[in-house]
């Protein structure tokens, strides 16, 4: 199933997906390039499993379809809005606690 041109579209969509993605939602993300490859990878299966639950899956269509870079960035956006949340609840337990 994951061959070398899987990873290696998975890479490249994680590569756009995570870089238009931290363009669109303002705000600071200190993120290294492999955490913005690894959001644009996570923002793709999400964005996948929408556009499945939306439109199912077109076999006839292939791997690559249109519709699969757009929502791969907007479930990269989804992630990075989550990601935003889950790191300032976290940054405020951790004033409460002391640590």
Not at 27 to 35: E, F, K, T
Not at 73 to 78: D, F, P, S, T
Not at 82 to 87: E, K, P, Q, T
């Amino acid at each position: 199933m994951f061959d070398f041109w899987t990873v290696l579209y998975l890479i490249v969509v994680g590569v756009v997906a995570g870089y238009l993605a931290r363009l669109l939602v303002k705000g600071p993300d200190p993120m290294s390039w492999w955490q913005t490859i690894l959001l644009g990878i996570v923002g793709s299966f999400i964005g996948g499993l929408c556009a499945f639950l939306l439109f199912g899956w077109d076999e006839d269509e292939g791997f690559f379809q249109p519709g699969g870079l757009i929502f791969s960035i907007l479930g990269a956006v989804l992630a990075l809005l989550l990601w935003r949340v889950i790191r300032k609840r976290l940054a405020g337990s951790s004033e409460h606690t002391g640590t």
